[in-house]
């Protein structure tokens, strides 16, 4: 058991790690969530981001007023 400790919690730290997501904040007050950082496509004026279901979701940049990690 005590050998196993260590592994245990090398465990709970990397999933810790890659569970940071991003909030999208809306000029109109609402929020989006991102998994991963949103990715701005400069040739179409959008935030390209993975949303909570997982799928691939787009904003236009002109409607975001902040993007921060939570």
Do not use: H
Not at 23 to 34: C, E, F, N, Q, Y
Not at 48 to 60: I, K, P, S, T
């Amino acid at each position: 058991m005590i050998c196993r400790l260590p592994v245990l919690l090398l465990a709970v730290l990397l999933a810790s790690c890659g569970s940071e997501s991003w909030r999208i904040t809306l000029k109109d007050g609402r929020s989006l969530t991102a998994l991963a950082e949103p990715e701005f496509q400069r040739k179409t004026g959008y935030y390209r981001y993975e949303n909570e279901a997982g799928r691939d979701a787009l904003v236009q940049a002109r409607e975001v007023l902040l993007i921060e990690r939570q």
